[in-house]
């Protein structure tokens, strides 16, 4: 059986987990007949997306996965939600004005914002991120800060006591990060204890803070606490984030963004 709008195997699943998240729960048959697809296709999804730590699955259907996925190394994420995160990565650059200091943190999403600044003037950019460096680093008006550190190899970024010692010596108008999980009840949160410290480093540089983040990471749970919701201001991230989350987050006081 063929599904619909004859969307591929990417699309289909992108769109499954959608329903799922907006059933509560899903079974096999409901997935099979809602899609026009057969229930051995239906099941090779759930498994997939299962492992993916996307879904979860019990006997005949799968329900919403709270749990965070452990997250790859940045070269293999930079792939992922490539279209949304350039979205989001332009939103979030229209932030910044001419003349900011900014703090820009490590990821995929905010490498797509740091792309986006080339020909702003009068920029100060202070980053913890070696990618962010390296992309910023031919753009004549911008000055960039360089943060010392230990490198986390699998992120690029520089993490640990030096980093946090070079934050007191800085400030940041505006303070944009990427995060692993972000949750109404849960806060943010991320999956690498040691990060942990660093990034509340960043955030009590007390700028305005910025959040970016696909819908992917939105009502997801992982390992270490970093802050609650209301320690931001605003959060810029896609319009397939779940209309109920997104909700929640204005509720608290956060301007969201969502393209």
């Known amino acids: 059986m063929e599904a619909k709008l004859a969307l591929s195997n990417l699309e289909r699943q992108e769109q499954l987990v959608q329903f799922v998240e907006k059933r509560g729960r899903a079974t096999v048959v409901e997935i099979s007949d809602h899609f026009t697809v057969s229930v051995a296709t239906a099941r090779r999804d759930l498994e997939t997306l299962e492992t993916q730590g996307r879904l979860q699955r019990f006997h005949g259907g799968a329900k919403p996965s709270r749990k ?4 790859p ?3 293999h994420r930079a792939a992922e939600q490539a279209g949304d995160k350039q979205r989001i ?3 979030a650059a229209a932030l910044i004005e001419d003349g900011d200091t900014v703090f820009l943190g490590s990821g995929t999403t905010v490498l797509e914002v740091a792309k986006c600044l080339h020909h702003r003037e ?4 202070i980053t913890n991120s070696l990618l962010v460096l390296n992309e910023l680093s031919v753009a004549p008006d911008i000055t ?3 943060l010392g550190g230990m490198l986390r190899h699998s992120e690029l970024s520089l993490i640990g006591h030096i980093t946090e010692q070079a934050l007191t010596e800085v400030r940041a108008r505006k303070i944009i990060i990427g995060i692993h999980a972000i949750d109404i009840k849960h806060g943010l949160t991320n999956d690498y204890l040691p990060e942990t410290k660093t990034d509340r480093a960043i955030l009590a540089q007390r700028g305005e803070v910025i959040i970016v983040a696909d819908h992917t990471k939105c009502t997801r749970v992982s390992t270490a606490f970093l802050a609650p919701v209301t320690a931001i201001q605003k959060f810029v991230s896609d319009v397939h984030a779940l209309p ?3 909700t929640d987050l204005k509720a608290k006081g956060v301007q969201v963004i969502l393209v």
Do not use: C, H, K, S
């Open 144 to 146: 960039v800060v360089g």
């Open 122 to 125: 009068n920029l100060t950019v």
């Open 89 to 91: 990565g332009r939103a």
């Open 244 to 246: 109920d989350f997104i």
């Open 73 to 75: 190394p940045i070269q």
């Open 68 to 71: 965070a996925p452990p997250e």
